[in-house]
């Protein structure tokens, strides 16, 4: 298959990424310097090291290599008057992504607007304008060798008030905007658009532990979702079922775990008074909260209905699991929790656009339109109806 220039666009980005690697850690530090002080969490999604730039390389690669999704013949019907009517996929137009922190989001969630034929405006937080400034401008290197204008891929350096003028006035005639980030930045965008937002990156997980569930595996998963604390897919809360045999001695062994690892454990009086190691929260707040941070919130529930209920009333409609070994149950968790991924007996840290093989995402969105769940390229498109005639008339 012929490389298309969009493909040429992002092999040139992923070269220029490989050769001025010591360049970007260089501007990456800058940015961690300042960022001194900084709550861990914001400084690990803003660093940039090698194993990152390799990452951000091989998404471009694998964009590339992804089949192009404009233009897409979605319907093609010929009436009998041999009046053709065709629905193609189209480009949304100018794309803004607003994020916090993380580098990568310039290159990665660019490239997936960019392949499916969209402008793509970027806004990235303050702490991390060295590094963002500069993979902009490689961006623009790579376009403009391709024949692109380079502003086809823009960086926006605007100030919170700027930036709300910016999304209400529409002087920049934005299609769409994506906000990737925690609550506040996602609720400053819906809060002050006057253009359509894809609400995205939002996590608050649950999982729930079945009576009848491998409390090995159950243990493996909980640690698994813990693993990194800044991550829009980390588990949150944990839901056990009060019928697991054995409950306060399993308990106590998924807290002490957990403990090990430096995660600080969080409950209500019902779990203290199983596992005193828990800390006692009673605030019905801290069920809405996404954590971004080492803590974790155990609940004791009745059944599966129950465990249902809860997730859909609290969580953030990005990921659930429920660990157990009946696939019954299972099935009924995972048509009703009103989540974007919902897994039985695995990990929700899989849900990421390259882990589900659709390549680099834009977002995870948490909506139901346009999409749900990772956005890749094929999502970042729309419709347009194409008429072609020889004078026919209505009649």
Same mark, same amino acid.
């Given at each position: 298959?012929?490389?298309?220039? @969009? #493909? $040429?666009?992002?092999?040139?980005?992923?070269?220029?990424?490989?050769?001025?690697?010591l360049?970007?850690?260089?501007?990456?530090?800058l940015?961690?310097?300042?960022?001194?002080?900084?709550?861990?969490?914001?400084?690990?999604?803003?660093?940039?090291?090698?194993?990152?730039? #390799?990452?951000?390389?091989?998404s471009?690669?694998?964009?590339a290599?992804q089949?192009?999704?404009?233009?897409?013949?979605?319907?093609?019907?010929?009436r009998?008057?041999?009046l053709?009517?065709?629905?193609?996929?189209?480009?949304?137009? =100018? /794309?803004?992504?607003?994020?916090?922190?993380?580098?990568?989001? =310039?290159?990665?969630?660019?490239?997936?607007?960019?392949?499916?034929?969209?402008?793509?405006?970027?806004?990235?937080?303050?702490?991390?304008? !060295? =590094? $963002?400034?500069?993979?902009?401008?490689l961006?623009?290197?790579?376009?403009?060798?391709?024949?692109?204008?380079?502003?086809f891929?823009?960086?926006? $350096?605007?100030?919170?008030?700027?930036?709300?003028?910016?999304?209400?006035?529409?002087?920049?005639?934005?299609?769409?905007?994506?906000?990737?980030?925690?609550?506040?930045?996602?609720?400053?965008?819906?809060?002050?658009?006057?253009?359509?937002?894809?609400v995205?990156?939002r996590?608050?997980?649950?999982?729930?532990?079945?009576?009848n569930?491998?409390?090995?595996?159950?243990?493996?998963?909980?640690?698994?979702?813990?693993?990194?604390?800044s991550?829009? $897919?980390?588990?949150?809360?944990v839901?056990?079922?009060?019928?697991?045999?054995?409950? =306060?001695?399993?308990?106590?062994?998924?807290?002490s775990?957990?403990?090990? @690892?430096? /995660?600080?454990?969080?409950?209500?009086?019902?779990?203290?008074?199983?596992?005193? !190691?828990?800390?006692?929260?009673? #605030?019905?707040?801290v069920?809405?909260e996404e954590?971004?941070?080492?803590?974790?919130?155990?609940?004791?529930?009745?059944?599966?209905?129950e465990?249902?209920?809860?997730?859909?009333?609290y969580?953030?409609?990005?990921?659930?699991?429920?660990?157990?070994?009946?696939k019954?149950?299972?099935?009924?968790?995972?048509?009703?929790? #009103?989540?974007?991924?919902?897994?039985?007996?695995?990990?929700?840290?899989?849900?990421?656009?390259?882990?589900?093989?659709v390549?680099?995402?834009?977002?995870?969105?948490t909506?139901?339109?346009?999409?749900?769940?990772?956005l890749?390229s094929?999502?970042?498109?729309t419709?347009?109806?194409?008429?072609?005639?020889?004078? !026919?008339?209505?009649?």
């Amino acid at each position: 298959m012929a490389l298309s220039s @969009k #493909d $040429n666009v992002l092999l040139g980005l992923a070269d220029l990424l490989n050769k001025n690697r010591l360049e970007i850690l260089h501007r990456n530090r800058l940015d961690m310097e300042a960022a001194d002080g900084s709550d861990e969490s914001l400084k690990d999604r803003l660093k940039v090291d090698g194993r990152k730039i #390799d990452g951000m390389i091989r998404s471009l690669r694998e964009v590339a290599a992804q089949e192009d999704p404009e233009g897409k013949i979605l319907y093609d019907f010929t009436r009998d008057d041999g009046l053709r009517v065709v629905n193609r996929s189209v480009p949304f137009g =100018t /794309i803004l992504i607003i994020y916090e922190s993380r580098p990568d989001v =310039t290159i990665e969630a660019a490239a997936t607007a960019f392949k499916a034929g969209n402008r793509v405006l970027l806004k990235g937080g303050k702490e991390s304008l !060295q =590094t $963002n400034s500069y993979l902009t401008e490689l961006w623009q290197q790579s376009l403009s060798s391709n024949g692109y204008d380079p502003n086809f891929v823009e960086y926006l $350096n605007l100030s919170r008030d700027e930036t709300r003028r910016l999304i209400r006035e529409n002087r920049h005639h934005v299609d769409i905007i994506i906000p990737r980030g925690g609550d506040a930045l996602i609720e400053f965008v819906t809060g002050n658009s006057s253009v359509p937002v894809i609400v995205s990156g939002r996590g608050n997980n649950f999982m729930y532990l079945d009576e009848n569930c491998d409390v090995e595996m159950a243990a493996r998963l909980i640690l698994n979702g813990k693993q990194r604390i800044s991550v829009c $897919n980390a588990l949150d809360k944990v839901l056990v079922n009060r019928g697991m045999p054995g409950l =306060t001695e399993k308990l106590s062994c998924f807290v002490s775990q957990l403990l090990d @690892k430096g /995660i600080e454990v969080w409950g209500n009086s019902e779990t203290v008074s199983h596992c005193a !190691q828990i800390r006692e929260i009673e #605030d019905e707040a801290v069920l809405y909260e996404e954590f971004l941070a080492p803590k974790i919130y155990f609940s004791l529930v009745g059944d599966l209905d129950e465990a249902i209920s809860m997730i859909n009333r609290y969580s953030g409609g990005h990921s659930a699991v429920i660990v157990t070994e009946e696939k019954a149950k299972a099935d009924i968790f995972m048509q009703r929790v #009103d989540c974007a991924a919902v897994y039985h007996n695995a990990s929700m840290r899989f849900t990421d656009g390259g882990q589900f093989g659709v390549g680099a995402e834009i977002a995870i969105s948490t909506q139901k339109l346009h999409f749900r769940g990772p956005l890749g390229s094929q999502e970042l498109v729309t419709n347009k109806w194409f008429i072609y005639g020889k004078g !026919q008339v209505r009649k």
